[in-house]
Nanobody, 131 residues
């Protein structure tokens, strides 16, 4: 069983930066982990993903809307992933959820299937507000 705990959300001005972190417990080696966000009244969308966790040959996925602004990374020692967010806009506001794939999915698979299939592991979310 995998448990995920997010931190680092908060408020920022347009053009500002925030860093989100997600610490995992349980078996995440070989899986993908990532970040999704959900604005009020909208569905959950993938932001970024990375995997396989715990290995050096990782690949990443980014939504078009965050490419060149957001960077996802993993810290194997801390069993965590981070999302560095720069040049924030109000459209980046929402609840950000950390997710882990149920098995050895690729980052792209987690991004495309994670919100649609009820099988991924999810954190409780952390709020990001950009004004």
């Amino acid at each position: 069983h995998v448990q995920l705990v997010e931190s680092g959300g908060g408020s920022a001005q347009t053009g500002g930066s925030l860093v989100l972190s997600c610490v995992s417990s349980g078996q995440t080696y070989g899986r993908s982990m990532g970040w999704f966000r959900q604005a009020p009244g909208q569905g959950r969308e993938a932001v970024a993903a990375i995997g396989p966790i715990g290995r050096e040959d990782t690949t990443t996925y980014y939504a078009d809307s965050v490419k060149c602004r957001f960077t996802i990374s993993q810290d194997n020692a801390e069993k965590s992933i981070s999302l560095q967010m720069k040049n924030l806009t109000p459209e980046d506001s929402g609840m950000y959820y950390c997710a882990a794939s149920p098995s050895n999915w690729s980052p792209r698979s987690l991004a495309l299937r994670g919100a649609r299939e009820n099988s991924a592991y999810w954190g409780q979310g952390t709020q990001v507000t950009v004004s």
